[in-house]
């Protein structure tokens, strides 16, 4: 079987393995709440699990995924040792925060956002921890083992597309809150069918699919051209974090689709900015490179 028909595979167990597992989840988390215990659980609806049930799916299956796909290291992934790794890591942290904070100064001098009163430092802890936790998470599997496994066809392109348009879709396979009033065997895979309606929307296309499907392709080219994943894992924790730490300081007066949305990293302005670093990363690395003794 080739690489790509059991990536799709792949892909599709983990839908079906992460539906059926929810309702178990959730049913257990509300036992759980009823008798005392993580009472807080409670709060938190069917597609909470649906999605943690999803990612626990995912991270089950990766084994045998590797396994069937003679994966055995890091030379199988087409990923090398990379010395530079520290520049890498400060490069691009600054080539995403400083563009999209710029951006976000623009935003408050035209009055599309204002100055909050109290910076909430309890919630920046949480914007500190995703941007060191989701980018590693995210970058190794998207961009480390999906985009390796692909690159082994020897095609560039093709896989680049193929794992960005996969890395938006994954961030919208969220179905609306509260979408399953009674919780069934089958209310997972109602939330998938839900999850997908949502792209029917050309105004959620326009405005944030095809900015994090930009922002799938930057963090795909910054992973092919250094062979390694310290400036894509930096360069998505510069965006997490400039995003997060502006939506403390500041917020949206009104939203503005499809030319800003709920944060700086929707939205038809934001795909200028991310383009922009797209740019000065490669300008960077041509420079960075050609000094390499």
């Known amino acids: 079987m080739k690489d790509v028909a059991k990536l799709a595979l792949y892909f599709i ?17 509300q036992s759980l709440a009823v008798h005392g215990v993580f009472s807080f659980l409670a709060r938190y609806d069917f597609e909470t699990f649906f999605h943690r049930a999803v990612l626990i799916a995912a991270a089950l299956l990766l084994w045998p995924f590797l396994r069937i796909s003679h994966v055995r290291g890091m030379a199988d992934l087409v990923l090398a040792p990379n010395p ?14 400083i563009p999209l904070l710029c951006c976000g100064a623009l935003l408050i001098a035209f009055h599309a956002y204002s100055f909050r009163h109290v910076f909430a430092w309890s919630r920046f802890g949480k914007v ?14 998207f961009r480390g083992i999906v985009l390796g496994v692909l690159l082994r066809t020897g095609r560039k392109y093709m896989p680049i597309l193929v794992v960005s348009a996969l890395f938006a879709a994954v961030h919208f396979l969220k179905a609306p809150e509260r979408t399953s009033a009674v919780v069934t065997w089958s209310s997972g895979l109602n939330s998938i069918a839900n999850a997908f309606g949502r792209f029917g929307d050309p105004m ?24 390694s994943l310290w400036l894509s894992i930096a360069l998505h924790a510069g965006w997490i974090f400039g995003s997060g730490t502006f939506s403390l300081l500041a917020r949206q007066k009104a ?11 929707v939205g038809i302005i934001p795909l200028g900015v991310a383009t922009f670093t797209w740019i000065a990363m490669r300008i960077w690395l041509t420079n960075d490179r050609a000094s390499k003794v």
């Open 13 to 29: 167990v983990v839908l079906i393995v992460g539906a059926l597992l929810a309702p178990f989840l959730f049913w257990s988390a």
């Open 84 to 97: 530079r790794w520290g520049r890498d890591l400060c490069a691009g942290a600054l080539l995403s925060v």
């Open 128 to 141: 500190l921890a995703a941007s060191i936790a989701v980018p590693f998470i995210e970058e190794w599997f």
């Open 204 to 227: 959620m296309v326009a405005s944030a699919f095809i900015t994090l499907f930009v922002i799938g392709c930057i963090l795909a080219d910054a992973r092919v051209l250094t062979r």
């Open 255 to 265: 939203l503005a689709l499809p030319w800003l949305g709920k944060n700086l990293l």
